[in-house]
């Protein structure tokens, strides 16, 4: 029988402003204090028997607090779920406990070929009633409610019945998930097939957003990249601006996987966030 | 309407092969056309399994030089992707480098792919607790002759037929690349892992005589037999001494049982 939301002890705190996890700041981010009050770690990169990375791991582990990030669930493919996967994704929380667990709404792979890619999903009745299912099944097998973030994406299907964010809204409210709503991302989507950022906003059920990720992307000759290799670009601080007047207060982070800055620069974009948040959590309260 | 895993399929097959086919399921707008959307996941999925391939076979790209990007786009067209992490990717590498033409001609290039997958495995690979000095110590002298060695089971020996340990201590430390230098006969390389440093070195004919009857489980008394082809009486035991404090030092030695007599 499905567990409900409600029968599980996954009350999820409010964790401030974080970063991704990146081998290329590990020593940086152990040396001094950064103003980074949690990280974000990519699942797969834990995934493992031992040596290294579990180290490290453990180290980040005392000091901050951590949620979990992966690529590779494939909620969305035809294909089954992947056990293996599975079962090691949940030995990891169970090993350290992280704040929540989140993936993609998306596909990664079929009929046992990995694209190794955030592949969108056409936004179908049947692609729904999979989603939801998948999702249902995987919570289950966690015993926690996970999280879902939203891709770019640079094709759309024909047979699409519903927009992105009503399908994302719909696979969080009929799966009982909640949301990491990647702020880049929509802006990315909004540009690459002409839709309305805000659209996508208004959306999304307020209740459901757990987490904001914020990140750079690349100027194509007609479409947007997303590269997360470079600085947060001012219409995604102003999607922020608005998303932060939306949703509140919410946990989010700088996630950067490409052209590493000093940790530096990415903590002075952190700081960017808070001060644009600030002044907007405090007129709401 | 086309179902979910019809569009998956066909989106699969228009990324994965070689010539573009641009599926009518892909919606087409004024902002840019079919063709150019699907071309960012086709560069993606090339580009993506190229950067993994090259962070694990950094010694294999030192002796490949200029044909390491034509090898790897030769094996990304031949091998599709199964495991749900890139970093597995590279398992297959080697293999194909056996076979397929013209690198099947350079059984070096296959060598050195072997070397860095296996540096590449034990990385992450289970911990593993080394048994001490103090702790052979204590072993009974009349114990000895039975003694089988229980070796860490992340050491690989691999047969090699030129100096691949080389090229990938090059790329390692940002030198050079080496001299590539052939060998009429296999010599063998071992990798293993100690605490979260993974070592490789090249092992002498005589330590290799040793070290593979202890992996194959083999008695003291044997051990010492391998080395009477090399040494004789006087050197033989100081010979055995030594291989045994460089193994514990490496952590290579988990434990050891007793044979029944």
């Known amino acids: 029988m499905a567990m409900h939301a409600t029968e599980r002890s996954d009350a999820m705190p409010y964790l401030g402003y974080g970063l991704g996890l990146r081998v290329e700041h590990y020593e940086t981010l152990l040396a001094q204090p950064t103003g980074i009050e949690w990280l974000e770690i990519v699942s797969e990169n834990y995934m493992v028997h031992g040596g290294l990375p579990l180290v490290w791991l453990e180290r980040f582990r005392e000091r901050f607090p951590l949620v979990m990030h992966g690529v590779s669930m494939s909620i969305g493919s035809t294909d089954p779920l992947d056990d293996d996967y599975l079962a090691r994704l949940a030995a990891l929380a169970r090993r350290i406990e992280p704040a929540w667990v989140s993936d993609h709404l998306c596909w990664t792979g079929v009929q046992g070929v990995n694209l190794h890619d ?79 950022a805000l659209d996508y906003l208004h959306g999304i059920p307020v209740s459901r957003v757990q987490q904001f990720h914020l990140a750079g992307y690349e100027q194509g000759e007609r479409l947007i990249i997303d590269t997360h290799d470079a600085p947060v670009s001012n219409a995604v601080w102003d999607l922020y601006i608005k998303a932060v007047r939306r949703f509140g207060r919410v946990s989010t982070m700088i996630e950067r996987d490409d052209h590493f800055p000093p940790l530096s620069e990415l903590i002075a974009e952190l700081e960017h966030a808070r001060s644009l948040a600030k002044p907007l959590l405090r007129d709401a309260a | ?79 599709p992707s199964e495991h749900y992490n890139i970093r597995w990717y590279g398992a ?144 033989a035991m100081p010979r055995m001494v030594a291989l045994l404090q460089g193994w514990l030092a490496a952590g290579l030695i988990r434990g050891w049982t007793i044979a029944e007599a």
């Not at chain 1, 995987?138 to 999280?147: A, E, H, M, T």
């Not at chain 2, 309407?1 to 919606?27: G, Y």
């Not at chain 2, 071309?39 to 993606?44: A, D, L, P, S, V």
């Not at chain 2, 950094?58 to 390491?68: E, H, N, Q």
């Open chain 1, 118 to 196: 955030l592949m969108p999903l056409p936004y179908t009745e049947e692609a729904l009633d999979h989603v939801v299912a998948r999702v249902k099944q995987v919570q289950d097998r966690l015993k926690r409610r996970i999280l879902l973030e939203n891709v770019s994406s640079y094709v759309s299907f024909a047979d699409s019945q519903l927009t992105e964010w009503e399908f994302l809204a719909a696979v969080a409210e009929r799966a009982d998930c909640l949301i990491l709503l990647d702020i880049n991302n929509v802006h990315v989507s909004a540009m690459n097939h002409g839709f309305s």
């Open chain 2, 92 to 235: 297959g590498l080697a293999a194909f480098l056996d076979y397929a033409h013209p690198w099947r001609d350079q059984p070096q290039l296959a060598d050195m792919a072997r070397l860095d997958w296996a540096i590449s495995v034990a990385f992450d690979a289970a911990d593993e607790t080394g048994a001490s000095v103090a702790d052979l110590s204590a072993v009974p002298p009349d114990a000895w002759p039975a003694l089988q060695f229980s070796l860490q089971r992340n050491l690989h020996v691999l047969d090699c037929r030129c100096n691949a340990d080389a090229f990938r201590r090059a790329a390692d430390h940002g030198k050079p690349r080496p001299r590539l230098r052939r060998f009429a006969l296999a010599r063998q390389i071992m990798v293993w892992r100690k605490d979260t440093t993974v070592h490789y070195r090249r092992l002498d004919e005589d330590e290799w005589q040793v070290l593979g009857a202890a992996i194959r489980g083999e008695s003291f008394t044997t051990l010492c037999a391998c080395l009477a082809g090399y040494h004789d009486e006087a050197t």
């Open chain 2, 1 to 79: 309407m086309t179902s979910l895993q019809a569009i998956q399929q066909q989106m699969l097959q228009a990324v994965l092969a070689e010539n573009a086919h641009i599926p009518s399921i892909i919606r087409d707008n004024g902002i840019a056309d079919a063709r150019s959307r699907l071309e960012i996941y086709r560069h993606g999925y090339r580009i993506r399994l190229r950067d993994a391939l090259k962070t694990e076979f950094t010694g294999l790209g030192s002796m490949a030089g200029r044909r390491f990007k034509t090898m790897l786009d030769k094996y990304i067209g031949a091998h």
